[in-house]
Nanobody, 115 residues
Framework: QVQLVESGGGLVQIGGSLRLSCATS????????MGWYRQAPGKQRELVAR???????TYADSVKGRFTISRDNAKNTVNLQMNSLKPEDTAVYYC?????????WGQGTQVTVSS
């Protein structure tokens, strides 16, 4: 069983930065894809960024050039560095592991960007 715990969310001003981290327990394989999703009030959950075991990354168009996802295969952690934050980045951010065994989710961490 894989468990995910996010940390690093909070309140930040427009243009500020935050770094989200996701710690995992259980077995993570190099073939598993790790990623971050977000869900704003009244909206569907959407992909923010994901990374394969070989460090191939995918980003939502809305965060390209501002967010960077990274992965530590030895520690089985995944991080999301968020810069130049905008009010539209306000959401609950969820860590995800997509594997052949299924999808695993963390409980989420709130990110609020205000003026």
């Amino acid at each position: 069983q894989v468990q995910l715990v996010e940390s690093g969310g909070g309140l930040v001003q427009i243009g500020g930065s935050l770094r989200l981290s996701c710690a995992t327990s259980g077995t993570i394989f190099s073939t598993d894809v790790m990623g971050w999703y977000r869900q704003a009030p009244g909206k569907q959950r959407e992909l923010v960024a994901r990374i394969t075991g070989g460090d191939t990354t995918t980003y939502a168009d809305s965060v390209k050039g501002r967010f960077t996802i990274s992965r530590d295969n030895a520690k089985n952690t995944v991080n999301l560095q968020m810069n130049s934050l905008k009010p539209e980045d306000t959401a609950v951010y969820y860590c995800n592991v997509h594997s052949r065994r299924g999808d695993y989710w963390g409980q989420g961490t709130q990110v609020t960007v205000s003026s």
